[in-house]
């Protein structure tokens, strides 16, 4: 794993010999260095900018390095900083003591250059490699959740019908019947492209995959989203009407922009009430395509809507009928329309919300 040499670590000793020494140790290996020569005084260096890494003296005047390293982990911004403590006493009590308060290894004072420049770099990998741990379980439980949030409800709906024609509510002779089993057909394969744009999120989170955008018809991805949902509209007696031309080509990712849209048209259902309606247009301007996805639903405050684009959060609320979500979908939509060159816009009044999708026509 490649360090990044900037990252800057905070030296805290009372010696100012000491701290002069090892600062130039770290910033001719080209780490930046702040000093601080007690510990009230590096608690406060912490405060004004968090370290990548802290290179602790034991002996302070006042509070001692071990009282530091407490006050330091029981900050839930700092307990994530890995402590080395610099000592003059290598005695087991002390270790042990050291340890106990949090610290994750300790330099004997004095020291090489180079045994403190291995575990310098060591403790940066090892904090670093911690880092990716935490968000990957953090994006794995987004994962689960956003399954579980996107999918029940096509489910839900195709365990119905198979329910009800096992218990034989309709005569397989019938054309209802034939109906029936297409449309069926229908929402078991936008399922399964609803699982495909899933895996597809996951991939575009890792460094080594990322979206192939290729000319794209736009309204036959909105065609297969409106199938998707429309058992969701029918029972709120909402029309969804469709106006995008054929044949609107763009550049971008197909299945990711199948989600982005599909996730719009689903809250647009939400938050619309009973016997409304939804708008689909496009219009085309020199170097990009416009999609406008209108309700006419309860719209949102200005502040909803900030905290729709707010980083690293999700927003939800519940609908006109009480349905229930987790928002994750937004945070779907943010991140694709992000990664397939576009830009999203959200106009909202009292009566009916616009999202609005500007992808690129060509490939960049």
Not at 29 to 54: H, V, W
Not at 70 to 88: G, V
């Amino acid at each position: 794993m490649n360090i990044n040499k900037m990252h800057n670590i905070l030296i805290v000793d009372d010696n100012p010999m000491n701290l002069l020494l090892t600062s130039q140790v770290l910033e001719n290996e080209g780490y930046l260095s702040r000093t601080a020569d007690t510990g009230i005084s590096g608690i406060a260096a912490i405060e004004e900018e968090i370290p990548a890494l802290i290179l602790l003296d034991i002996m302070l005047p006042g509070m001692d390095g071990f009282e530091v390293c407490r006050i330091i982990n029981k900050n839930e911004k700092w307990k994530e900083i890995p402590i080395i403590f610099l000592t003059a006493n290598a005695q087991t009590e002390n270790l042990v003591e050291g340890f106990n308060a949090g610290g994750v290894d300790y330099i004997t004072k004095p020291f090489e250059k180079e045994e403190l420049l291995v575990r310098v770099k060591n403790h940066l990998e090892l904090a670093e490699s911690k880092k990716t741990i935490l968000e990957m379980n953090k994006s794995r439980d987004k994962i689960y959740s956003i399954i579980a949030h996107d999918i029940r409800s096509p489910l839900s709906g195709i365990l119905q019908t198979i329910d009800a024609i096992d218990q034989g509510y309709f005569d397989p002779c019938t054309e209802d019947f034939k109906e029936m089993i297409h449309h069926l057909r229908i929402r078991t394969k936008e399922t399964s492209t609803l699982l495909t744009s899933l895996l597809q999120w996951t991939r575009m989170h890792s460094e080594t995959n990322q979206l192939q955008p290729k000319e794209t018809d736009l309204r036959q991805v909105l065609e297969s989203c409106v199938h998707l949902l429309e058992a969701n509209a029918l029972d709120k007696n909402i029309r969804i009407i469709n106006e995008v031309a054929e044949n609107q080509i763009c550049w971008c990712e197909e299945v990711s922009m199948h989600t982005v849209f599909r996730n719009i048209i689903s809250n647009a259902i939400k938050f619309t009430p009973n016997d409304g309606f939804i708008t689909i247009r496009s219009e085309t301007k020199s170097t990009e395509i416009l999609i406008s996805i209108s309700d006419t639903g309860v719209g949102m405050s200005e502040e909803v809507i900030q905290a729709i684009f707010k980083n690293n959060q999700h927003f939800s609320s519940t609908g006109t009928a009480n349905e229930q979500g987790t928002g994750l979908g937004l945070m779907l939509v943010k991140d694709f329309v992000r990664e397939n060159n576009g830009k999203i816009k959200i106009s909202s009044q009292k009566q009916g919300t616009t999202f609005t999708i500007a992808l690129p026509i060509n490939q960049f």
